[in-house]
């Protein structure tokens, strides 16, 4: 079966602080996807990324970072000198079917950055 | 351009009463997507569509729920007769192309309490 573990349920950091939020992941497939989503206050959920299991290489945009490994299952979203509109509640996903049309989320971790 | 759009916004009803909740899809999005998020049990998908038809609907709660998407542009999820474990919100989700890899984009969601 498969499933997402948000084990962190919030973190609050002070501005421009490095943050990583952690995602563990449990699938049988060999073939899967995974995905991060933000939904800041206003309620939206946006799309942040979406990384296949083959792919391994980790990705950089901007502040943002992501870590795959799948000898831990593991795909970590870091937020390098975070500001205070990264505040938001963001979610890890999984999906094993090849068009990532049934996406099962995680819990999800709610970030506060301070000023 | 204009994203998914969901009405209405916000819905009060009591408990027994029908609830329809709207949702337009991107145009030329050709799958859309009915999820509900509640703090109990997170973002769930309860059903997909592509080209308007239903695809998977193995997250719908009970018959009490249905979806319907008669055209391209509309869809429509009802609850009847509703109760209060009904009251979450419901977001609408549409991508571009079954079959293939893209990511969904989300509405604003719809937030309904049943009393």
């Known amino acids: 079966a498969q499933k997402v573990t948000q084990a962190q349920t919030e973190i609050s950091v002070v501005e421009k602080e490095d943050v990583t939020l952690d995602c563990v992941y449990e699938t049988r497939d060999t073939t899967y996807y995974l995905f991060w989503y933000k939904q800041p206050p206003s309620g939206e959920l946006v799309f942040l990324i979406r990384?296949?299991?083959?792919?391994?290489q980790n990705e950089i945009s901007g502040r943002y970072s992501w870590n795959f490994q799948k000898s831990t299952s593991s795909f970590n979203f870091t937020i390098t000198a975070s500001q205070v509109v990264d505040s938001a509640v963001y979610f890890c996903a999984l999906s094993e079917d090849s068009s990532a049309s049934k996406i099962i989320f995680g819990s999800g971790t709610r970030l506060s950055i301070r000023p | 351009d204009a994203g998914v759009i969901q009405s209405p916004r916000h819905e009060v009803t009591e408990m027994g009463q029908e609830v329809t909740l709207r949702c337009k899809p991107i145009s030329g999005h050709n799958s859309l997507f009915w999820y509900r998020q509640t703090m109990m049990r997170g973002l769930e998908l309860l059903i997909y569509?592509?080209?308007?038809?239903?695809?998977?609907d193995s997250g719908m709660p009970e018959d009490r729920f249905s979806a319907k998407m008669p055209n391209a542009s509309f869809s429509t999820l009802k609850i009847q007769p509703s109760e209060p474990r009904d009251s979450a919100v419901y977001f609408c989700?549409?991508?571009?192309?079954?079959?293939?890899?893209?990511?969904?984009?989300f509405g604003p969601g719809t937030r309904l309490t049943v009393t």
């Open positions: 569509f592509n080209n308007n038809v239903p695809i998977d």
């Open positions: 990384r296949n299991s083959f792919d391994e």
């Open positions: 989700a549409s991508r571009p192309e079954p079959g293939r890899l893209y990511e969904q984009y």
